[in-house]
């Protein structure tokens, strides 16, 4: 078996729940549950959400909304480590807001009254 990666982008770092999901969906080394934050930081919940951000990984998200409550999270990290089908580089899509541009026209003046 290959040797992790170290955590939270540090050696010694902290595992991250984006350290779980990599795993899933990238790594499947399927050892971070012997890390002593795993309980703490996995949690089924955001694991579905970021799934969910990829079509393929959409049935997996079902799955977790349904049983991830009742299954321990180790039961339930082994079993997507081992089902959920490898991405090449274990990126997810996330959303994020549309920047708004705000566009002011130089030939208006505000005015700000004075006291």
């Known amino acids: 078996m290959t040797p992790l ?11 991250k ?12 080394t399927g050892a971070l549950m012997d890390e002593p934050s795993f309980d ?3 949690s ?7 799934l969910s951000m990829r079509k ?5 998200a079902d799955w977790i909304n349904i049983y991830g409550r009742v299954l321990p999270k180790t039961l339930l990290y082994r079993f997507l480590v081992r089902h959920v089908p ?3 580089n274990g ?5 994020r807001r549309k920047k708004v541009e705000v ?3 130089e030939d208006d003046e505000i005015s700000i009254p004075h006291k």
Do not use: C, H, N, W
């Open 5 to 15: 990666k170290p955590l939270g982008g540090q050696a010694g770092g902290s595992l």
């Open 17 to 28: 729940v984006y350290d779980i999901v990599r795993d899933i969906i990238a790594d499947k």
């Open 40 to 42: 703490r930081e996995f």
């Open 44 to 50: 089924p919940y955001m694991v579905a959400r970021y």
């Open 56 to 60: 393929e990984y959409v049935p997996f």
């Open 86 to 88: 490898r991405s090449g």
């Open 91 to 95: 990126f997810v899509d996330y959303i």
């Open 103 to 105: 566009k002011t026209d």
